[in-house]
């Protein structure tokens, strides 16, 4: 299965050659937010006021080594997987440009197409 997770392409540039990131998100939140890519357009407006460039990782859940836990932290009846511990670097197996129209709005990338929305 593949998760996202949304950061500046700046920060993704700094740290794509360690082995695992993360450190910063985990000592701020106690883990990594991630989405479903169903559940993405849910997250995505929460990035509209970022004028940083931004990717989204895709995370292959299978070749990740930290602790996944589905939660339903602000009980909107949906889970996002949050990431309990660093990520390792080869479990991301494509980064794609986060796409956004003029007003910052999240554009669906097209390898999303097929995925419906949840």
Known sequence: ?????????????EVKRNPEFGEKNLQIEGFIH?????YFWRVAP?????KDDLV???I???KLKAEIRWEDGDNCGREY???YGLINTN????VLPYNKD???NWIKNEEFDTVQNK
């Open 46 to 50: 929460n990035f509209t006021n970022i």
């Open 102 to 104: 003029i007003r910052g």
């Open 1 to 13: 299965m593949v998760i996202l997770h949304c950061m500046k392409k700046e920060k993704w540039n």
């Open 34 to 38: 991630c989405s479903s890519v169903e």
């Open 60 to 62: 292959d859940t299978d």
């Open 91 to 94: 479990s991301v197996i494509k």
């Open 56 to 58: 989204l990782l895709c």
């Open 81 to 83: 997987p949050h990431i």
